[in-house]
T-cell receptor
Framework: EAGVVQSPRYKIIEKKQPVAFWCNPISGHNTLYWYLQNLGQGPELLIRYENEEAVDDSQLPKDRFSAERLKGVDSTLKIQPAELGDSAVYLC?????????????FGPGTRLTVL | TQLLEQSPQFLSIQEGENLTVYCNSSSVFSSLQWYRQEPGEGPVLLVTVVTGGEVKKLKRLTFQFGDARKDSSLHITAAQPGDTGLYLCAGGASGTYKYIFGTGTRLKVLA
């Protein structure tokens, strides 16, 4: 069974440019998460979807970040415009039902560098 | 704000040594999970503990959930270079669907 797929794996952009990340979760998983991870630290939740509904986006900086999961399957996270402080790894994860004890399966992440 | 503090932050040990990583919070968690993350990869789940006082063993790894469900520990016996990685605890606070990760412990096991 294929795992969580993310693309691109790496992205280097100039500040103020837009950037988008794509995630395809494990088939049948209703819950999809986007996390931001700084080097050596734990991931921080940006947004959580149950099917196509964003049920927790309280930590998403909505002035520059947006996300969508239109058909309840794959998802896109966008930053516009990017700032130097956005340099980090963006992780996507999926789980069956989103309960705290459920197993989250992570993709390899997209490493973003903003110059 | 719910926080999961891990200690130590960094740990470098020789192969064959034992170690313990701690995960502490002032909040009660309905369950706690431990992940290991290697460079360039996403975290991979090691174990889930759900009952206060629960102890789970996974080969050389022993996980314990505190009686009050506010803390957890990970003990590795006879560490091997393959244990090297970033260890993360994570959990959902009781009564919410909020899920947070700990601050992380970076382990390096030298051959």
């Amino acid at each position: 069974e294929a795992g969580v797929v993310q693309s691109p794996r790496y992205k280097i952009i100039e500040k103020k440019q837009p950037v988008a990340f794509w995630c395809n979760p494990i088939s049948g998983h209703n819950t999809l998460y986007w996390y931001l991870q700084n080097l050596g630290q734990g991931p921080e939740l940006l947004i959580r979807y149950e099917n196509e509904e964003a049920v927790d986006d309280s930590q998403l900086p909505k002035d520059r970040f947006s996300a969508e999961r239109l058909k309840g399957v794959d998802s896109t996270l966008k930053i516009q415009p990017a700032e130097l402080g956005d340099s980090a790894v963006y992780l996507c994860a999926s789980s069956l039902d989103g309960s705290p004890s459920d197993t989250q399966y992570f993709g390899p992440g997209t490493r973003l560098t903003v110059l | 704000t719910q926080l999961l503090e891990q200690s130590p932050q960094f740990l470098s040990i020789q192969e064959g040594e034992n170690l313990t990583v701690y995960c502490n919070s002032s909040s009660v968690f309905s369950s706690l999970q431990w992940y290991r993350q290697e460079p360039g990869e996403g975290p991979v789940l090691l174990v889930t503990v759900v009952t206060g006082g629960e102890v789970k063993k996974l080969k050389r790894l022993t996980f314990q959930f505190g009686d009050a469900r506010k803390d957890s520990s990970l003990h590795i016996t006879a560490a091997q270079p393959g244990d090297t990685g970033l260890y993360l605890c994570a959990g959902g606070a009781s009564g919410t669907y909020k899920y947070i990760f700990g601050t992380g412990t970076r382990l390096k096991v030298l051959a």
